[in-house]
């Protein structure tokens, strides 16, 4: 069983829609979780970042964490087509930095 | 804030030859930096984690010898990929961790990449 589980898509929705992309975990040892975008051929951007339970909003962006259900998402509200991009998600311990990715999910948002 | 830089961002070489790729945190400290591959489709892979001043510390299966790492300084970091061959032609990035903000530990940015093709 890998430590960190997310659906590789793709996934395709019309512009504006609201996007929710999920990662499960195994470990209750990660303490910091992250979302990455990936375009095509480019480095991965950090968009989000949190450390405790609930949810912490920027711009169209929200980012959910639920420790007790070792669950985390990502929700991108009024999505546009430059939002299409490849999301990471990645959790890391609370004593190492070694960051532990999920698949990806491959997001395509058409106009 | 927190860029970090990677140079060449593509490189061509021929089978045998060695490339050095370098990675650099253009406007912050970075103690520790990381490098991963990456094939098409795929996560990143991590290969080693390499801190500044001293040797890096790679991860299972990945080839010391094969891909150097330095970390000279607190702002680059460098991968060398020696007698290099068709199966290293890969995607590989780096990342480094800024420790000047609060919270900051565990953030990590990540260079745009190199793409490597051994011909």
């Known amino acids: 069983q890998k430590e960190v589980e997310q659906d590789p898509g793709p996934l395709s929705v019309p512009e504006g829609a609201i996007v929710s992309l999920n990662c499960t975990y195994s470990?209750?040892?990660?303490?910091?979780f992250m979302w990455y975008r990936q375009y095509s051929r480019k480095g991965p951007e950090l968009l989000m970042y949190?450390?405790?339970?609930g949810n912490k909003e920027d711009g169209r962006f929200t980012a959910q964490v639920d420790k007790s259900s070792k669950y985390i998402s990502l929700f991108i509200r009024d999505s546009q087509p430059s939002d299409s991009a490849t999301y990471l998600c990645?959790?890391?311990?609370?004593?190492?930095?070694?960051?532990?990715f999920g698949q990806g999910t491959e997001l395509s948002v058409k106009p | 804030g927190a860029v970090v830089s990677q140079h060449p961002s593509r490189v061509i070489c021929k089978s045998g030859t060695s490339v050095k790729i370098e990675c650099r945190s253009l406007?912050?400290?970075?103690?520790?930096m990381f490098w991963y591959r990456q094939f098409p489709k795929q996560s990143l892979m991590l290969m080693a984690t390499?801190?500044?001043?001293?040797?890096?510390?790679?991860e299972q299966g990945v080839e010391k010898d094969k891909f150097l790492i330095n970390h000279a300084s607190l702002t680059l970091s460098t991968l060398t990929v020696t007698s290099a061959h068709p199966e290293d032609s890969s995607f590989y990035i780096c990342?480094?961790?800024?420790?000047?903000?609060?919270?900051?530990?565990?953030?990590?940015?990540f260079g745009p990449g190199t793409r490597l093709t051994v011909t």
């Open positions: 990342s480094a961790r800024d420790f000047s903000t609060a919270g900051g530990k565990h953030e990590q940015y």
């Open positions: 390499s801190n500044e001043g001293s040797k890096a510390t790679y």
């Open positions: 949190t450390y405790s339970s």
């Open positions: 406007d912050f400290q970075a103690t520790t």
């Open positions: 470990n209750s040892a990660f303490q910091y």
């Open positions: 990645a959790m890391v311990y609370n004593q190492g930095g070694k960051l532990i």
